[in-house]
């Protein structure tokens, strides 16, 4: 899988809305971007993913570049349980990938100040 | 909601034990995932399945063994535990789709 950047930490106010970057200047056509974040004392939980266009759902939105060489994860009001490690993994479908298998790197340490 | 659950939580032992660090998951998912991560840091990949009767070493070199005799279990064993195996152990699953779910984790201890 490609490799992705990421800052080590962030910091926020809370229900401020948080930008999470990351850098996938490698990423193939077929690769799908993925992100979860892993809560204090927790597994990893799976928070978004998109391809090409930008991804919405009720826990964040992903804004994909048109070139495709990063993207962000836009928290739209961050709180106190949003902080975390936010992990933005790219996965391959397009080739015999039949295992799934993530490839998580260092992420990125968000934390919420009150 | 997951149903992806690991046992138990947190394990202190001795040198030399044998123990075995249970996963279960009740969404019939074909294939599953143990990884290992040592506090603050990255997870890595050391076992995943396919299916039943299917089991592959990760990306991390590991002296734990893994079996997979039913779909829904995938317990991992530690021969002979060791200090250096000190660690989070963190079991997944996933479907068709593209969602990898996690479990909440063993902590091990080692003495």
Redesign the interface.
Known sequence: DAKTTQPNSMESNEEEPVHLPCNHSTISGTDYIHWYRQLPSQGPEYVIHGLTSNVNNRMASLAIAEDRKSSTLILHRATLRDAAVYYCILRDTGNNNAGNMLTFGGGTRLMVKP | EADIYQTPRYLVIGTGKKITLECSQTMGHD?M?W?QQDPGM????IH?S?GVNST?K??LSSESTVSRIRTEHFPLTLESARPSHTSQY???S?SQG????????TRLLVL
């Open positions: 294939k995932y990884y990255e997870l890595h990949l995943y396919y592959e990760g990306d963190l079991c997944a996933t593209e969602t990898q779910y996690f479990g909440p984790g």
